[in-house]
């Protein structure tokens, strides 16, 4: 089984309930919603989407025409059965998809509060047990391993690691979180990685408060990052390829609904296009474009462009 790019990460859905009984007027002072035992609670609105980091990445690069996979963990449950059906929609390899009936497949519920506001219950026993005995597709190859959120386990990204350079595929990581990593495994996941992609602000907190985007990338580089991608999905982009850094702001102003899946867009979109040896402008006009689209709906899928005409926004360039 030949692929282009192989999508790891979670893959579940999305719940987005709102009603006035979890409005603002509801709040205490303290900015708490307090909800009553026993009690029942009216919900006006809801919107039920397919989701998560993996999935969200493959669909992006799937509509762009690449011939793409995700490898998630699943329940055996209607939801596992409906993200494959989802899945071969988008015309993705659905059978990377491993359904195990160890755990339910992954849920969050968003309790929508306000506009671009809300409390978030999530469920990701499934994709936290995923473990490298899962893999197995013994004649699966791809140009592009696409890690769309950093492992619970340092075991299975070392897995994904390995298994890229013995398939000559590339490595590319979206990280937003360390999920209890200690500093010197981030440090190797650094080192080992070809693309790294991460949210500006998460970026300062990794190197110790440091905002400035170019020195976060030298520090990058530095680790061995061949390709940097930093991201403020609401503002500004910084990418570093072939020793020159490009930097640009939003593609147009919006009115945010919802920022789920956003992030995972927008670094999958940039990937897409560099992947599809697009100039780097166009990348990141199209990450940001797809990520605006997204922004003003619940559930990413609903707002991922299909390879869309776009006008070139403004990038400025320059050295480190």
């Known amino acids: 089984m030949n692929l282009d790019i192989i999508s790891v990460g979670s893959a579940g859905f999305d719940i987005f309930i709102s009603g006035k009984d979890i409005r603002p007027s509801q709040f205490t002072s303290d900015g708490a919603l307090e909800l009553q035992d026993n009690n029942s609670y009216n919900i006006e609105h809801s919107v039920y989407e397919a989701g998560g980091p993996g999935l969200n990445a493959?669909?992006?690069?799937?509509?762009?025409?690449?011939?793409?996979?995700?490898?998630?963990?699943?329940?055996?449950?209607?939801?596992?059965?409906?993200?494959?059906?989802?899945?071969?929609?988008?015309?993705?390899?659905?059978?990377?998809?491993?359904?195990n009936p160890e755990h339910h497949t992954d849920m969050n519920i968003h309790l929508v509060t306000e506009r671009s506001h809300e409390i978030k219950l999530g469920y990701q026993n499934s994709t936290n047990a995923l473990k490298a005995s899962d893999i197995r597709f013994p004649d699966l190859s791809a140009r592009l391993i696409y890690m769309a959120e950093l492992p619970t386990d340092l075991r299975l990204y070392k897995f994904f690691e390995n298994w890229a350079k013995l398939k000559g595929a590339q490595l590319a990581l979206n990280l937003n979180s360390s999920k209890g990593y200690k500093r010197r495994q981030l440090n190797f996941v650094l080192s080992s990685v070809d693309r790294i992609m991460m949210p500006i602000a998460f970026a300062t907190e990794l190197f110790g408060g440091v905002t400035e985007p170019s020195e976060l990338i030298r520090q990058l580089v530095a680790l061995g990052a061949k390709s940097v991608l930093l991201y403020d999905i609401n503002k500004e982009a910084y990418a570093y390829e072939d020793s020159t850094l490009y930097s640009c702001g939003q593609y147009k102003n919006i009115n945010t609904l919802d920022f789920t899946g956003s992030e995972d867009v927008f670094s999958a979109s940039y990937t897409a296009s560099v992947f599809q040896q697009k100039s780097v402008p166009e990348a990141l006009t199209f990450a940001s474009a797809n990520t605006c689209s997204v922004l003003e709906v619940f559930g990413a899928r609903a707002g991922i462009l299909k390879k869309p005409a776009l006008r070139t926004m403004n990038v400025q360039t320059g050295g480190l």
């Open 58 to 99: 493959a669909i992006t690069f799937a509509r762009q025409g690449i011939k793409a996979g995700c490898i998630a963990r699943t329940g055996k449950d209607h939801l596992a059965n409906q993200i494959k059906i989802i899945a071969k929609h988008e015309e993705l390899e659905s059978e990377l998809l491993v359904s």
